[in-house]
């Protein structure tokens, strides 16, 4: 298995569009900076086999950027595209209208998910003049057996009933936001991807350590940051992202699991978008790393 790093920053991406905190401007000012939204392509064991988890408003410069991704010689047109999705907010799903050239776009995800997806932001009836929109239940890890995904057994672990804003009044469920579980039957190795990290569980923290790499929330470094930046009145843990330091921090949980740790989904606010700050120091000393835009990781 092969995950691919399409992007990595948090929604508004880095430089995100309206903004010039720190983060934006040293990103318009160094382009290696820049990050786009988060989302993942996972390769399976045959060759040219992939998902994508989550498909982001990049998403088409993304699967540009990279060779592999992009239509083979010879071939006219990617004619099915797989999304895996892990929640319906709009950094995560906006680029399934972008992929509307697509024959079929089929994607799993968690029941609620889908039925935002097709009645608050109805993306079914959008598409259905331009492709066919094949829907999939994503099984939940440890209850059902996981979805076969371009040779890959996928499933889902609930994390939080974290909403998207344009469904806050819809009904809270644990499977609204989850992370997923990715293992390839071939080598035995296994990757948990979860851009959105609201509360720490035993059984979250029994599935890292079994893993053999985990892509994680890194949104927020510390819980007051978004009132810091007066992005929100809410702490980072209230907006559903558990910060990376302090005592309600995922740093030192995940130092103790050992296992391969990338930090994802990081918001413009975060220091860690400069490449110079401490705190990657601080993150080094654990063990722990931030993802960059274009990382591959080979399992
Ligand atoms: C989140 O990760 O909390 C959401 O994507 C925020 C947003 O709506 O941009
Ligand atoms: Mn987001
Ligand atoms: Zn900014």
């Not at 934006?24 to 990050?35: H, K, Q, V, Y």
């Not at 330091?245 to 990081?266: D, E, I, N, Q, V």
Request: glycine residues 6%; negative net charge.
């Amino acid at each position: 298995m092969l995950l691919r790093l399409l992007g990595t920053a948090a929604g508004g991406g880095l430089p995100q569009w309206n903004c010039a905190c720190p983060g934006c401007s040293g990103a318009r000012r160094f382009p290696t900076r820049r990050r786009l939204h988060d989302g993942l392509a996972v390769h399976g064991p045959q060759p040219d086999t992939w998902f994508l988890a989550n498909a982001t408003p990049d998403i088409a410069e993304q699967l540009e950027t990279h060779s592999v991704l992009r239509p083979a010689a010879g071939a006219v047109r990617t004619p099915v595209v797989r999304v895996v999705l892990t929640d319906a907010e709009l950094d995560h799903t906006l680029g399934l209208l972008r992929l509307r050239e697509a024959s079929r776009i089929e994607v799993w995800c968690t029941k609620p998910v889908r039925e935002a997806l097709s009645t608050r932001l109805p993306l079914s009836e959008i598409l259905a003049p331009y492709t066919e929109l094949a829907w999939h239940d994503l099984p939940l890890t440890r209850h059902a057996e996981p979805a076969d995904v371009a040779g890959l057994q996928v499933s889902a672990l609930p994390l939080s009933a974290k909403r998207p804003r344009y469904a806050a009044d819809e009904p809270a469920d644990p499977t609204w936001s989850v992370a997923l579980k990715v293992h390839d039957p071939s080598s035995d190795r296994s990757a948990l991807y979860a851009p959105a990290l609201a509360s720490w569980s035993e059984c979250l923290e029994e599935e890292i350590a079994a893993a053999d790499c985990v892509v994680v929330d890194g949104t927020f470094l510390d819980e007051d940051e978004p009132r810091c930046h007066g992005i929100s009145q809410r702490t980072a843990s209230g907006m559903g992202h558990l910060p990376i330091f302090g005592p309600t921090g995922t740093a030192h949980r995940l130092s103790k699991t050992g296992t391969h740790t990338y930090y994802t989904h990081l918001n413009n606010t975060n220091p860690l978008v400069e490449p110079g700050d401490d705190a990657h120091e601080q993150l080094a000393d654990l063990g722990l790393r931030v993802a960059q835009d274009r990382m591959v990781i080979h399992l």
